[in-house]
Nanobody, 122 residues
Framework: VQLQASGGGSVQAGGSLRLSCAAS????????IGWFRQVPGKERKFVAT????????FYGDSVKGRFTISRDNAKNTVYLQMNNLKPEDTAVYFC????????????????WGQGTQVTVSS
């Protein structure tokens, strides 16, 4: 099982980034995919999740209206479009897969990727 997150980088406040999560080794089309983020010394926080078919999405309050999650099941990839980035969005972003449907709880996810760093400067 592999979840490869990519697309992170350094941007100024107000800028945009698109993260990708490429998956392999499990039945991607049957799994919900979530994004979480973490800063040093703090717990991992929910960002967004999308159901297996892409018809259901949920967002953390701090990113609603700025981030959009989507998926391409033909490419086994989930995307996180991040617009109007703020310094408080700075974190390592992780993608994860859940066999039992979308969830805001990190403990509900079965597989995790290695993370990609996003840094937003003011």
């Amino acid at each position: 099982v592999q979840l490869q997150a990519s697309g992170g980088g350094s941007v100024q406040a107000g800028g945009s980034l698109r993260l990708s999560c490429a998956a392999s080794g499990f039945t991607f089309r049957d799994s919900a995919i979530g994004w979480f983020r973490q800063v040093p010394g703090k717990e991992r926080k929910f960002v967004a999740t999308i159901g297996a078919s892409g018809d259901s999405t949920f967002y953390g309050d701090s990113v609603k209206g700025r981030f959009t999650i989507s998926r391409d099941n033909a490419k086994n990839t989930v995307y996180l479009q991040m617009n109007n980035l703020k310094p408080e969005d700075t974190a390592v972003y992780f993608c994860a897969a859940a066999r039992d449907g979308p969830s805001v709880r990190a403990s509900s996810y079965d597989y995790w990727g290695q993370g990609t760093q996003v840094t937003v400067s003011s």
